[in-house]
């Protein structure tokens, strides 16, 4: 007979095959019985070896006593067995639903985990695409001053060269006005 640690060990289907072992041995035990019982029934019980009718009764009462003590030793047995399997299943029962509420904690974590990351990255690259941008707008600015500036000489240059074209742009701009005030 196992021990109890033993018995917490065994799958399902191992207790359940000790138990169909117990019931058989229980049913032979009964057959065995019942057959003693039979031959007792049928036998003659012969004087010279009983002695008297007393021996006689006391002889079948220790047979019957016996029987009924293995009967009642194997129910019990096959109460106690069927107990820790019922204890073993709801300890199986019980360490199965804590794996699983375990498991879900760690993939809510997990999962927790990797929406953190993935926020902590797109802000990380939000502000590394402002900073790209910000210096983009700073270049193109820089550009464009540069080339107004160059835009503003060569045409400073081109009126230095015909001044007659600024002075008649500048009547130009004079006949406007009085026009405009007139």
């Not at 640690?5 to 169909?20: A, F, N, T, V």
């Not at 006391?58 to 016996?66: H, T």
Request: aromatic fraction near 4%; include cysteine.
């Amino acid at each position: 007979m196992p021990t109890k640690k033993e018995m917490k060990k065994l799958r399902r289907d191992e207790l359940l095959e000790m138990l169909i072992d117990q019931t058989k041995q229980k049913d032979a035990l009964q057959q065995k019985l019942d057959e003693a019982e039979e031959k007792l029934k049928s036998r003659e019980i012969a004087l010279q070896e009983a002695g008297t009718l007393a021996d006689a009764a006391l002889r079948l009462s220790d047979i019957f006593e016996a029987a009924d003590s293995a009967a009642s030793q194997y129910l019990e047995n096959v109460r106690t067995l069927t107990e820790r399997k019922k204890t073993a299943i709801q300890q199986m029962e019980e360490e199965t639903r804590q794996s699983v509420e375990r498991r879900l904690a760690e993939a809510k974590q997990s999962v927790e985990r990797q929406l953190s990351d993935t926020a902590e990255k797109c802000r990380a690259m939000e502000e590394e695409t402002e900073k790209k941008c910000a210096a983009m707008k700073h270049q193109a600015q820089k550009e464009a001053d540069a080339y107004w500036a160059e835009v503003s000489r060569k045409l400073e240059q081109y009126l230095e060269d015909h001044e007659e074209l600024a002075e008649w742009l500048l009547r130009r701009q004079l006949n406007k006005a009085r026009e405009e005030k007139a």
